[in-house]
């Protein structure tokens, strides 16, 4: 099964919408296989944001990154990559669709809520920055049956 990496940012922990955001991945029927609280360090953001460095926007998406407690998830569905995303919905808040988290509750670029992983080279650069294997729970849902059948 196809595993996503996800992060409720600070600003949605800080707005407390960390409740809302899991609601939604658990109703759509993604697994979740790990879930912690951490502060980020500016050295697992400037890992994770390594494909940004030079942009204008960097050292400030470092700045907020860094700035308060975020939520680390993982999740695991089929087509879980493309999945997490469209209902992350687009970057930049004038083009996320209302019924996407970011369309939904986001009105600034960088303050966007959450970040997910957009590839699998993504969730494979991503995912070990913030989890080891061993963080991540096996167990088989009781709801596959319904959720990941055809
Ligand atoms: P994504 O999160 O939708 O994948 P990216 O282009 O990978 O978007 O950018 C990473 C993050 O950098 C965004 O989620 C947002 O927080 C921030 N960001 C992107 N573009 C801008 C910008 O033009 N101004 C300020 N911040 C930006
Ligand atoms: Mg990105």
Redesign the pocket.
Known sequence: MERSFIII?PDAVQRGLIGEIIRRFEQKGLKLVGLKMLQVTREQAGRQ?S??LG???YD??VQ?MTSGPVCAMTVEGKNAINLVRKM?G???PENAEPGTIRGDFAIN????LV??S?SAESVAHELPIYFSEQDLMKYDSALKDWFCKG
């Open positions: 940012k944001y494909c940004h942009r204008p926007f400030s998406l907020f992350v687009a970057t930049a670029v960088q303050n966007n970040h997910a957009d």
